[in-house]
């Protein structure tokens, strides 16, 4: 790779990961160097050798500098060692530099590759930090445990804005936000609402949202009609991976992890140890992590070189195994001879495929925190969660016996997994042992901190286990939690 470098050539840190890792990365550099990508390049330690040499994260201490200074890795695959108490490195990179989008293209290259979608090209914008997987999980009863989902409006806002710039960098038409906002109102409503806030921004850029179920379902059905999706982080994982697999070249797809700071490209494949050390390992996904990063980076020409030497080498029949087909492949090559042969296209274009146009495109922006004045806030009641079992879990004598305790707050509603058991209920509904009973000031008014802590009181007192509450507020008068099924 480049040695001799410019002061204005852009400075990124790279990672030859595992497995086959250092054999793909050494193909991508040397066909970025050949296309004039002119990068300083650091490496970093990361994976399988900094694991067993007893770090857990799998990142070289001296790595987290390199990478705030660079702010850009091109990371080669890695491998997870076997056996327990080794963290996730991905998961890791992700939460600690702030890699909030999760970028990945998904696009066919009918009829060079097999695919049953033969005009798909659909970018999945996923949300990275939050929801779901902020991995807050209690088990609370003995028959009961939850997982929190977290949703803030600054990760909204991020998200939401970093797809729209993304589709006006690629000169995208729509973007289709998914989300299951008739279920849950608060979280993916507020999700909801500001894509509909900053797709204001955004006029000459269609915008729709989707159901996240039937738009998966569509997705996989018709990806065609879908231009740029975004979406929450586990509706974003799943999806992700069937417009991957949609396309028929999962091998040849790449991904990009953009922060505010850092960001990551990477290939979304592994490091496929089975393979490992032979030489014929497919480069193809992670060089296109390296013209996505080449296109973050503000050199959208040289992106749109390899791209375009690539598309054509495809089209040209000479493939690795992993995509070699007797019907449409015309050469079998290994990684050296892939790597030759779209250096040696460099320069020229596909003549089937559409050809990559990224040249005097600016880079996509990204998006930074704005801070905004918080709204007036109210505490109107609590939920306070009980394990009961008793008396056939009949909540008429749940209720008899809160009902002797609650003091200035009034019992509105007891659910069991959010439905209404009392007042009235049906029989048939399946009763757990994790109740929640709803307090709230019998005006409707605000209520103390102090009354909360006083009803906690009462209700231990009263033998009940309350094993967690959780404050019910108004901002600025609109209510900030949902209504139970039936109430
Ligand atoms: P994998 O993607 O490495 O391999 C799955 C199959 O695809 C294998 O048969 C492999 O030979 C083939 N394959 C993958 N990439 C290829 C390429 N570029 N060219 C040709 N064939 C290719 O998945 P896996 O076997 O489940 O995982 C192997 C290791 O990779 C595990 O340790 C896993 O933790 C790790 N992993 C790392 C990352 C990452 O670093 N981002 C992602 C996924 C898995």
Not at 202 to 227: C, K, M, N, S, W
Not at 333 to 360: D, S
Request: net charge negative; proline share 6%; aromatic share 6%.
């Amino acid at each position: 790779m480049t040695t001799t470098t410019d002061a204005a050539d852009p400075r990124i840190a790279v990672a030859h990961g595992d497995g086959i890792g250092p054999e793909i990365m050494d193909a991508t550099l040397e066909i970025l160097d050949a296309a004039g990508a002119s990068l300083d390049v650091a490496e970093v330690r990361l994976g399988k050798a900094v694991y067993e040499s007893g770090v857990a994260s799998g990142v070289d201490p001296d790595a987290w500098s390199v990478l705030r200074d660079r702010s850009v890795l091109l990371k080669a695959p890695i491998t997870t060692p076997r056996g327990g108490g080794y963290k996730s490195l991905n998961v890791t990179l992700r939460k600690s530099l702030g890699l909030f989008a999760n970028v990945r293209p998904a696009v066919s290259y009918h009829p060079f590759v097999a695919t049953l979608h033969p005009n798909m090209d659909v970018l999945v914008v996923r949300e990275n930090e939050e929801d779901l997987y902020a991995g807050i999980e209690h088990r609370q009863s003995d028959e009961v445990v939850q997982c929190l989902k977290l949703v803030s409006r600054p990760g909204c806002e991020k998200i939401v804005r970093y797809a729209f710039e993304v589709a006006r960098a690629q000169g995208r038409h729509r973007v289709t936000a998914l989300v299951k906002d008739n279920i849950m109102k608060l979280t993916d409503g507020l999700f909801a609402r500001v894509f509909e806030e900053v797709a204001e921004e955004y006029p000459e850029i269609e915008h729709d949202q989707l159901i996240v179920d039937i738009g998966t379902a569509r997705l996989a059905d018709t990806p065609q009609d879908f231009d740029v999706v975004v979406t929450l982080n586990l509706y974003g994982d799943i999806v992700s991976d069937v417009t991957a697999q949609l396309t028929g070249s999962v091998g040849l797809a790449p991904s990009a992890n953009v922060g505010e700071t850092v960001s990551m490209f990477e290939a979304i494949h592994g490091s496929a140890p089975d393979i490992a050390g032979r030489g014929i390992a497919n480069p193809s996904g992670l060089l296109l992590a390296a013209v996505m990063m080449l296109q973050h980076l503000g050199r959208g020409e040289v992106a749109e070189r390899i791209h375009n030497a690539w598309l054509r080498t495809i089209e040209d029949g000479v493939h690795t195994g992993d995509v070699y087909r007797q019907e449409v492949s015309r050469e079998r090559v290994n990684t050296v001879g892939f790597t030759e042969a779209v250096v040696a296209r460099l320069g020229e274009e596909p003549r089937h495929l559409p050809p990559a146009r990224y040249a005097g495109r600016p880079a996509p922006r990204v998006p930074r925190t704005v801070a905004r004045t918080p709204q007036r806030k109210e505490l109107l009641g609590t939920d306070a969660f009980v394990e009961w079992r008793d008396h056939g879990r009949d909540p008429e004598r749940l209720a008899e016996r809160v009902q002797q305790q609650q003091g200035e707050l009034t019992l509105q509603a007891i659910t069991n997994r959010g439905v209404v058991v009392w007042p009235g209920g049906q029989p048939e509904t399946f009763r757990s042992d994790h109740w929640r009973l709803r307090f709230l000031d019998p005006s409707g008014g605000p209520v103390s901190p102090r009354a909360l802590v006083d009803l906690h009181g009462r209700l231990v007192d009263a033998g009940l286990d309350v094993i967690k509450t959780e404050n019910l507020y108004a901002f600025d008068g609109e209510r900030g939690f949902s209504q139970a099924q039936g109430e």
